[in-house]
């Protein structure tokens, strides 16, 4: 099947808009827009009228294909099983069309851009990747149990390069092994393929393959769940490859042993990031870390794959069209945090630690919870 | 002018929440049924009372039609422009203002969705629980009571309208008003002992204001429920055992259901008994009831109860059920519309042959059934017809098929339910002149420049 075959198929049921209990809406561009355009529902019936041709390429069109966040809610809801699986797949198709008309919004462009010509989505000369991380040896296969992918955000965007450094300062705690590419680590090119610029993410994937290889890593070891899923489902559709792939909480909860296990008096809860959970099911390794240290673990209404994501998706991090208006997914996630009553919201992605943390802020709510990732938790509480 | 207006519009509501944008007028101008498109001019999307007050001040003043919708879930396209001009998106405004638990009823703003209110219910106040229609969970509030609808606790307490203890209204000068107690009282617990002026808005398609707010009945949540499905093949069968197990008056909901599809199920009525219990004994106490009640037509042989698995029974018990839009792809076209169909219970049978005659006849994807509403005095005898979106004749043809059914259910002596505007004409024509007079004179009282919902409820 095409996957515009699929594209008549939406019968604007709304299922795609809401966790499993119906307690909210849960598409992060529907609740910062709040038309219909922007729900998966309202894209599919767009893109049809686009590619039809009775609705030209606009700013409106192209801002309601790129809000999305490719969160994998409406994946996870709607109702019709026999073509949900390719409802972002359609909307990729659509953003391909427009890559090739070479009519993306400007933010989209500027990424783009600042990956082709700095393999990064900052625009920040390579040597400075890891101006950080001098004291992090350089990766040795004959050394080194794991090479340890850090990626564009944890590597160049402050708050969520202190998951990086805490994730470091952990692994070095716990004696694990491991070694980073320094200047010769690339993006992971993920968002390049979410963002419909399917032939630059080959080439990074490819080059970013032929690194692992030149360096001989066998167990990858990631910081971000989108690099973790990039690697383990899209690479192998275009690439041969023969690694293995972990997140850094796999190693951290591997480990656990070598940590003390000091009760920590704090309320805290977890949110899912969607690519660890939605998209790789991992809901059990944060849990089990976080319940190893913690008494008063509290579960977000949301949770698991009803995870309301925090809009950083799809590009949305650099693109920031989930942030536009003043509703929006990151801030109703903090709230609902707060009228849980925790002290300290827990997540495993630097995107979502970036975006719950601008949240927060802006909410006026710095000194009401703590937002942060499970090894800054482990090394200020532990 | 409709530059002022739209900057107008921005004012109120703040410019990320107005939108000419062709995608967007273009989204709002259907829905998922048969009916044409019309687009509006402009879609908004207000917060608060306030906001609909000065939209429909803005509006009357310069003679904008103004259009209203919660999900554009009717299928019939109820919240089309027919005439252009504003069509206002009610969803932002979805608080639950309060829970009155010992009075059991909710104030909600009218753009709620019945999914929210659910969930909301379901987590603070675990035993009690509003009537959830069959729609999607997106359906809202405020648009479910607005055409009168029902739900799974439609036999106990009638449609949603009959459920309504008082509404929060916007007047087309923008003037707003409350109906039932809520008008003298703080509390929202009724509409009586007032002139029921909730009546001016309920079943009326938005033509005499928009309601923004809604007193709702809960009702008992029990910990245990069950489902019993009685079967037959003789349409005479069924009529008395809705009979029968309405005068038991042990159910919630009672719902009938006929379709080709599964193969097991072609050919047989169905009847879905869905009652509640506080306990386990008082469950297997209702199931023997229902089994004594239409023991002797099992003696007969010609009716039995359906043996049900563990998931076939989940599958009817699931408040909202999601197999029900899946109904939609039949024809793997996203496509399906029905005639909801008020009928006094007596007429199932002709019901029932209407919808296998108009099925065979225009030979379409077919689902019929029904929901006994309070007590058995009425039914919604719904008539789904499927279609593939993709391809035009068979869009046609389902609509050709709706537009019978309505015409034929009317000719029986029932009344479709959330006409699509042919069948609003229809109903006209067959209405008494007097009512049907006072309809329009009342709704000139209220709408004196014509700006409501244009189109509807007109000959």
Known sequence: MKVTDILHRCFRCGYCKFPSNYEDFNCPSYVTYRFETFSPGGRMWVIREWLDGRLETSNRFKEILYSCATCSNCVNHCAFPDFRDMLLDVFRYAKEKLIDEGDVPPPVRDYLTNLYKFKNGFGIPQKKRFEWAEEVEDYDSKKHNYLLYVGDEACFDPVANNMARSTVELFKKINVPFGILTTREISDGLEAYNLGETELFKEIAKRLLEIFKEVEAKKIVTISPHSLYVFKKIYPAFFDMDFEFYHYTHVIRENLSRLTNSKIFKKISYHDPCYLGRYLKDYTTVRDILSFFCKDFLELSRNKKNSLCCGGGGGNFYTALTQKNLENSAKKRIVEALELGVDCLIVSCPICLVMLNDAKKTLGLDDKIEVMDVSEFILKYV | ?459
């Open chain 2, 1 to 459: 002018m409709m530059q002022e207006l739209i900057q107008g519009l921005k004012d109120i509501v703040g410019g990320e929440y107005v939108s000419t944008h062709l995608e967007d007028r273009f989204f709002y101008s259907r829905d998922g049924g048969t009916m044409e498109s019309f687009e509006p001019d402009v879609v908004v999307l207000p917060q608060d009372s306030n906001q609909v007050s000065k939209i429909l001040s803005l509006a009357n003043k310069n003679k904008v039609p103004v259009y209203c919708m919660g999900a554009g879930l009717t299928l019939s396209g109820l919240h089309r422009a027919i005439s252009g001009g504003i069509l206002i998106d009610m969803k932002r405004m979805d608080k639950i203002i309060e829970v009155n638990e010992r009075s059991r009823y909710v104030v909600v703003e009218a753009g709620i969705s019945q999914g929210k209110l659910q969930a909301y219910l379901k987590k603070n106040y675990p035993h009690l629980k509003h009537s959830m229609p069959d729609a999607p969970p997106a359906a809202t509030i405020g648009g479910n009571v607005a055409i009168h609808g029902s739900g799974h606790l439609s036999f106990l307490g009638g449609f949603h309208s009959d459920m309504v203890t008082g509404l929060e209204v916007v007047l087309a000068d923008g003037r707003i008003i409350r109906t039932g107690s809520c008008s003298v009282s703080n509390y929202w617990f009724a509409k009586a002992p007032l002139p029921d002026l909730s009546g001016l808005f309920l079943g009326w398609f938005a033509t005499t204001g928009i309601i923004t707010k809604v007193g709702l009945k809960l009702y008992p949540a029990h910990p245990l429920s069950d489902v019993r499905v009685l079967i037959c093949e003789d349409p005479k069968i069924m009529e008395e055992i809705i009979f029968k197990v309405t005068d038991l008056n042990i159910a919630e909901d009672i719902i009938t259901w006929m379709t080709p599809k599964p193969d097991w199920a072609r050919g047989f009525l169905h009847c879905n008994v869905i009652y509640g219990a506080k306990t386990k004994d008082e469950l297997i106490f209702k199931r023997d009831l229902l089994f004594e009640q239409v023991r002797d037509l099992i003696d007969k042989k010609v009716t039995g109860f359906l043996p049900l698995l563990p998931f076939m029974k989940k599958r009817f018990l699931d408040v909202p059920g999601k197999d029900l839009v899946r109904f939609a792809d039949v024809r793997k076209g996203g496509g399906f519309e029905y005639v909801g169909a008020m009928i006094p219970t007596n007429l199932f049978s002709d019901a029932y042959k209407l919808g296998l005659d108009i099925a065979q006849k225009h030979k379409v994807a077919y689902s019929l059934g029904s929901r006994i509403i309070g007590n058995s005095h009425s039914m919604m005898f719904f008539y789904a017809y499927a279609f593939n979106r993709a391809d035009l004749a068979d869009v046609k043809n389902a609509q050709n098929a709706l537009y019978e059914t309505n015409k034929k259910v009317i000719d029986i002596g029932g009344i479709p339910w959330k006409a699509e505007i042919p069948a609003q004409k229809e109903i006209l024509k067959k209405m008494d002149k007097n009512t049907k007079g006072l309809i329009f004179e009342l709704k000139k009282l209220l709408d004196p420049n014509h700006i409501m919902s244009p189109g509807n409820l007109e000959e």
